[in-house]
């Protein structure tokens, strides 16, 4: 079994910026993809970005330029640096870890407002 547990979210103005992580515990394999996810209020949830074990990354056409992922294979964590935040952005943050099957942690929320 594996758990995320994400932490770093928050209230942020506009033009801020937050970093959100995420810890994978459990029995995970060296070849996984992790990644962060958001779903607003009455929307589905959708891709923000996503790093592979290799450290390809891959990014939503909304938060290209102001977003990076990046990740600690030893420590099986990633991170999520979000610059020049808009309030588009508030969303609950999910992190996503692909490996064989699907994993999601708990959320995070992250509110961007004045």
């Known amino acids: 079994q594996v758990q995320l547990v994400e932490s770093g979210g928050g209230l942020v103005q506009p033009g801020g910026s937050l970093r959100l992580s995420c810890a994978a515990s459990g029995t995970i394999r060296a070849i996984n993809i992790m990644g962060w996810y958001r779903q607003a209020p009455g929307k589905q949830r959708d891709l923000v970005a996503t790093i592979t074990n290799g450290g390809r990354t891959n990014f939503a056409d909304s938060v290209k330029g102001r977003f990076t992922i990046s990740r600690d294979n030893a420590k099986n964590t990633v991170y999520l640096q979000m610059n020049s935040l808009k309030p588009e952005d508030t969303a609950v943050y999910y992190c996503?870890?692909?490996?064989?099957?699907?994993?999601w942690g708990q959320g995070t929320q992250v509110t961007v407002s004045s």
């Open positions: 996503n870890l692909e490996s064989l099957r699907s994993y």
